[in-house]
């Protein structure tokens, strides 16, 4: 199966869009970008909003390509009601969503999932609320999870998993689970036992914070585990990558799953591309050259609704 990881933060935005093409089919998965609206204090720097408005082009160019478009949660670097990725993506395609009536918290139920289905209406050929279903399309068969939390607990709502097999493959794509922290985010891999699986990883940079050093464990113990489940491939990236440690998290993964020989790598790594964490570089961004952003008035509105 073609595996094409668009935009991630080791691309310099934060998203997870990924497109895959098996021989009869083209999917494309959360079809969006965004930044940290503020990071150490800082606002993005006008090289991130470049790169922004760069891999915004390209999901747009890919989506377009697409027959599939999945949605698996209502945040803004998952989806976009037209903030800086036309609407026009949804036109004519296939799209499934995580049920934006169950399993849901209040931002992304009252505010944000009735906006985007709001600013698609009338586009896509079909939108089918997806938590837990299995569909056929030709030779393709794609699994979607039951809502997991995103993360350790409730406060950031749910998301759905997506698994795409093709008869010879399955790949996995794990939204954001923060990494795995609970037993309920490892039940799907080990249903669909994917040979590839996409993963957001723990959010490593708010350790202390957000995270507590018991999740973080938690999170690093299920990722050995899956990969030693039978694991090709992990391109773990997202969260993971807002950290300047991640290289660090990586190796210390590497060295603890060295005896089953998969590949641990980010999605610029999957690439061959050359790393661009710009989030986590931002302070020295600043520091080489001032240059806070002009905002586009769509960058300026993705900004202000939480990044
Ligand atoms: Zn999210
Ligand atoms: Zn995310």
């Given at each position: ?6 935009a ?6 934060r ?7 098996t021989?009869?089919?083209?999917i494309?998965?959360d ?9 150490y204090?800082?606002?993005?720097h006008k090289l991130e909003v ?7 082009r390209s999901v747009k160019?890919?989506?377009e390509?697409a027959?599939?478009?999945?949605i698996?949660?209502?945040?803004y670097?998952?989806h976009?009601?037209?903030f800086v ?8 395609k296939k799209v499934?969503i ?5 399993f ?12 985007f289905?709001?600013s698609?209406?009338?586009?896509p ?6 938590d837990g ?5 030709g030779?393709t068969k794609?699994r979607?999870?039951?809502?997991v ?5 409730e ?8 698994a795409?097999?093709?008869?010879d ?5 794990t939204?954001d689970i923060?990494g795995?922290p ?8 080990q249903?669909v036992?994917?040979?590839t699986?996409?993963?957001?990883g ?5 350790l202390g914070?957000?995270l507590?050093e018991?999740q ?8 050995e ?21 991640y ?6 993964l590497?060295?603890?799953?060295k ?9 610029a ?12 570089r931002r302070k020295?961004l ?7 952003a ?6 300026a ?7």
């Amino acid at each position: 199966m073609k595996i094409v990881p668009i935009a991630f933060e080791s691309l310099g935005v934060r998203s997870q869009a990924t497109f895959l093409e098996t021989p009869d089919l083209k999917i494309l998965v959360d079809p969006a970008v965004s930044l940290a609206p503020r990071r150490y204090g800082l606002p993005p720097h006008k090289l991130e909003v470049e790169k922004l408005l760069e891999l915004a082009r390209s999901v747009k160019e890919y989506a377009e390509e697409a027959d599939v478009l999945i949605i698996t949660h209502y945040h803004y670097d998952h989806h976009d009601p037209g903030f800086v990725i036309p609407r026009d993506i949804y036109k004519g395609k296939k799209v499934f969503i995580k049920d934006p009536n169950s399993f849901i918290n209040a931002s992304q139920g009252k505010g944000r999932a009735p906006r985007f289905l709001n600013s698609i209406k009338g586009l896509p050929d079909s939108v089918q609320p997806a938590d837990g279903k299995e569909v056929v399309l030709g030779h393709t068969k794609i699994r979607f999870s039951c809502p997991v939390l995103h993360g350790a607990d409730e406060k950031m709502g749910y998301v759905i998993q997506v698994a795409v097999s093709d008869g010879d493959e399955t790949v996995m794509f794990t939204s954001d689970i923060e990494g795995a922290p609970k037993e309920m985010h490892v039940k799907f891999t080990q249903e669909v036992k994917p040979s590839t699986l996409i993963i957001d990883g723990p959010l490593s940079y708010m350790l202390g914070y957000a995270l507590t050093e018991e999740q973080f464990n938690a999170a690093m113990n299920n990722l050995e585990k899956i990969v030693k489940q039978g694991l090709t491939t992990m391109i773990v990236d997202h969260h993971l990558v807002r950290d300047q440690r991640y290289r660090e998290i990586i190796s210390s993964l590497k060295s603890k799953v060295k005896e089953v020989n998969a590949n641990v790598v980010t999605a610029a790594e999957y690439l061959g591309r050359e790393e661009n964490p710009l989030e986590s570089r931002r302070k020295e961004l600043f520091s080489e050259s001032n240059e806070p952003a002009k905002l586009p008035r769509g960058v300026a509105e993705l900004l202000k609704g939480g990044g």
